[in-house]
Structure formats: C-alpha cells, structure tokens
C-alpha cells in the first residue's frame, strides 16, 4: 500500500443548493440608466418568470471552490494509468491541443466563404489522405461525430450499394465478440441482428459463419482486433465467406490502435470501416467528447459517401454538393474539426515509422501485463493478445470474490478499475488496456497492486469485500440507483431546516 | 430446484407447456449469474416469437442480455408485474417472475429441449 500513486481526498461536498443563501450573489451590476421595461409588457403575458424556484444564490468563491473540489475526486489520464479496456484512454501530448488552439483554426467560421478556408480544407483533405493510406482504404469522410455514429453512417453506404443493385437484404450478422454499439447500429440502419458465436479461441468460426451467410445476409459488422484483444486470423477468409454471397464487411475500427502500420484492413478484405479518431489519433475523450468517427471505405462505396466532398477546381479546394448517389449529410458542416486538426497534428509528429512504433508499443504492453498477471489471474484465451488482455476472476470468484469487488479494492491502489464484466463471452471479465503511452514503471506498479490484490483474497477475502476503504463513499447502491433512479433534485423541507 | 415438468434451452430459458400456451421465463442459473435485475423489455402482445431468436431482453447491473424464446408461437400475454419489480425475477425466477406465454405454433419444438436432469448437468459442466 506504501506505493499507492495517490489517495482520495475525503472531503463531504454540499450540492450548490444546499450551499444556496437568500441575498447572496457573485455579481454587481451598475445602476441601470435606461428607462425601465416590463417584461411582461415586452415580451407578452406568460413569456415572462418572476423567479426561478430554488436557483441556488451563491458567491463566485462558493462556485470556484464547489467545483474545483469536486473536481480533486476525479481520477483522469493526468493522474495516473487508466485501464479500461475497449476505451483507448491514452495519454495524449499536449502540444496537439496547441496547435488545435492555433487562432486562426479555432475561430475559423463553417459559413467562412471557400477563399477563406483553404487552409482548413488543406488539412482536411490532408487527414483524408492519411487515414485512407492508414487504412489500405480508397475514399475517407471526416463529418461522422462518434464512433456509433460513423458505424450508421458505414452501414447505410452498404445498405445505399445493395439497393442500388436492387434489393437492400435483411439481416446484418454480429459476431459475440464485436462491439455492444454494433447490433444498435444494424437496427438502426434497418436491418434484424442475428448474433454469431465466437470459437474457442475467441474469434469468428469461418464454418459456423458460412452456415449463417445466404442471400439475405447484407453484411458482417467484425471488431478486429475484437473485443478479446484478439486479432482475428482468419480474417481474410471471413471477408471472402461474405463476399462470395455478394454481402459486404464492416469492420468496427476503435481498436486501430493495435493495427496502425502494422495491418490494413483494406489489404485483408473490408469494405468499409470507422475509425475514432478520439481513441487513436489523439483526442481526449473521457469527458464525453467531441469526438470524430471518420469513415473510410472502398471505391464502390465512394459514390454513396456523406456530401459535400472536399473537390479541387484549378489550385483551390471546393465543397462538391453534386453527388446525386450520397446518403446525404449526416452532421451540420463538416465534422468536429479541432478533433481532426489534433488527428492530423498526431499523424505528421509521429510519421509512419512512429505511429507504426506506438502500435507495437501498445501490443507490447498490453502482453507484458498478460505475462505478469496470469500467474495469479485466470486467462480467458490462450490466444496471443493485441493491444488488450482479458482475464476472468475464476480463482478469485472460488473465494468469494468477483471482478467488480477486485475493481474497488484496485481504487485502494490508486489506479482507476478495469473495464468490469465486459466481454460478455468472458466469465467475471477484468479487460485491461494499458495503451502505448504507459512506461515499464507505471505498468509494474500497476500489476503489483493487481498481484497483491490476488494475494489478499486468499488472506482476506471480507476485507476486499469491503473495499474501496480510502474513498470518500464506499460502495453505492448500483441496483437502487438502476432500479429507481432519481434524476432530479428536490429540498425536503427538514433538510433545509438542517442546512440552514 | 429446476422443476421436472419445464423444459430447458442452452441459453437458460425455461418453458412449461399448458395444452397449447407455453409459459417462458429464464432460470434460476441465469438470475444468479446476471446479479441483481434492473429492467426486463418484454415484447408486445401479438408479436410473433420464432424458437431461438431474441424475444426480448433483462438487464442487471452488470449487463443487457437477451432472452432467446424457447418455442415458437404468438405472445398471447405478458407478465406485467415485472415492469414495476424486476427483483422479482431475482427472487422468484421459476414461478411468479415468468416472463411471457405464448401460444405455441409448433409444440414439437420442446422436443429439442432439455430436461431437468440434463440442464443441470448441462450447468454443471459450462
């Protein structure tokens, strides 16, 4: 415990209402000096409110030190290792921000006329370029918003392609092992879900494949590397299996990062894929965004792409509206561009040969802990692993403890928790991810802490039961908050008697 | 423990045959294995269920996870008590916790069902 990276600040914090104080105010407006309006009068009877009930009334002091000590119970990249795997928290190096940050692409405007956005349509089309080079891929649009987001928008160009050869088909085939926002997008793009069972080995079986592929089948949505951290070896193979029916492959991309320069999904035989360009190409995003989930796909998907395109008209760059086969736009103007300048940024430092070394970086260390760990943690595959290990709590769980309780007791130790039952088709799953950007120390004091948690349950089983025992809350009550959630506040009239 | 006169799907549903309705819920292996339930999504009535394809979906704390139906027919009624208490399903998966009874369009589906005895064997070794 004596390595513990940082302990939790246990510190209670009133909400802003609780610290509300009739009077108090953190502004001061000068007299007025202008005849006054009613409202009422202005705007028309019942457009108008006299006063908003219970807004809190606060100092700016009260403000500034609410939030920024709610702010010290957060845990974040800047703090420490971040192992949740399927989420690629990597660090991300700040000179990226800086040049996000440049004046002249922060402010830029998306009604700025063409003439005066050269530049931002240079980077652009620049970004276009590399990550269709990254991808083995022949055309890229950069206006998905997210992930899911460029999933629908793969989907539907495949969907626009079969229904222009006259029959959209039905169903869209899932393996176990892909990503949960998969099935959500082939429903929302129209079409039934049939799931497919991973083998033993945590991949797709080409036989149990070829048995669900037939002439409805439209596609196949594959994670790869899939949700297992494991490369899907017979990719080449399951592309074909798809092909030969006439049906398509998308393949889900956030987990590039274990393939950047190494392996091209357009070489193995995808048709269409995203990428997060949040995940891998340097964009923060455990705040909940922006993100970017850029998709790139092959030539006889190209028509069909979102509008406008980015067109050369002599040595200018011009938007092209007229592209009568697109699915139209999927986003206002042209996508998150901070997140696609950082994109860009990151791509250029690093060069291929870097962005090839970081890939291997990633591979590296999430086999290294693989290495350390599976002494003492059961390993769900016996498959090499990619940029993500997966282990099951079957030791542990003969002791009565389950992966989400060795989470919390992981908090004692200054790390933030693994992703926590997550693959499904793993039993009591511990998915770790620790990225590229994790160096050999910062790693090892993280398996220690894993090690030595494995240890105290055979020591100690109740005590890691009870655990987190340094935060300022143990545990929540998960199942009342699922149960009955309650979204909104309300002052019960003995607590305001308290609070005053 | 599993009632003899229920039959049994890999993916831990039961159903229990009332002429030609079939009543459908999970089992208790599967309560025990999702932890604590916090909503079930049931289908409609008159939605046409096909053996082995998603009936609907429970989710716990941990996960969503889908209910394959066991038999195929039409949803003739469902159990509506879960909407309002999905820790019923928790408490009581094999009797008050059914999900939906459906009026089974072809009975000798069960056939490809497990017994009791062969399920709990089937439990032991997954």
Known sequence: MEKKVRSHISQNEPLLFELSSPGKIGYQLPDLDVPAVDPEKALGAGQTRREIEDFPEVSEVDVIRHFTRLSTWNYGIDLGLFPLGSCTMKYNPRVNELVARTEGLAWIHPYQPESLSQGAMEIMAELERCLAEITGMDAVTLQPAAGAHGELTGVLLIRSLLESKGNPRRKIIVPDSAHGTNPATAMMAGYTVENLKSNDLGVVDPEALARAVDENTAALMVTNPNTVGVFEEEIVKVCEILHSKGALVYMDGANMNALVGISRPGDFGIDVMHLNLHKTFSTPHGGGGPGSGAVAAKKHLEPFLPGPRLARKGSQWTWNYDLPRSIGRVRAYYGNFGVLVRALAYIMAHGGPGLRRATMDAVLNANYIRRRLEAHYHLAYKSPCMHEVVFGDDHQAKRGVKTGDIAKRLIDYGFHPYTVSFPLIVHGALMIEPTETESKQEIDLFCDSLIAIAEEVERDPQMVLKAPHTTRTARVDEVSAARRPVVRWRREPAQSKAAD | ?126
């Open chain 2, 1 to 126: 423990m599993y009632p003899e006169n229920f039959h049994y799907t890999k993916e831990h549903e039961w159903v229990r045959v009332d002429a030609e309705v079939g009543v459908i819920g999970i089992t208790d292996h599967a309560q025990k294995e999702l932890g604590d339930i916090v909503y079930v999504d049931l289908p409609k009535v008159g939605t046409v269920a096909e053996q082995g394809k998603t009936l609907g979906s429970v989710e716990s704390v941990k996960a969503v996870s889908d209910i394959y139906s066991p038999v195929s027919g039409e949803v003739v009624e469902i159990n509506e008590l879960l909407a309002s208490a999905p820790e019923k399903l928790n408490e009581d998966p094999h009797g008050g916790a059914w999900l939906v009874k459906i009026k089974l369009s072809a009975p000798d589906e069960i056939k490809q069902l497990m017994s009791a005895s062969d399920y709990q064997k089937y439990i032991g070794a997954e």
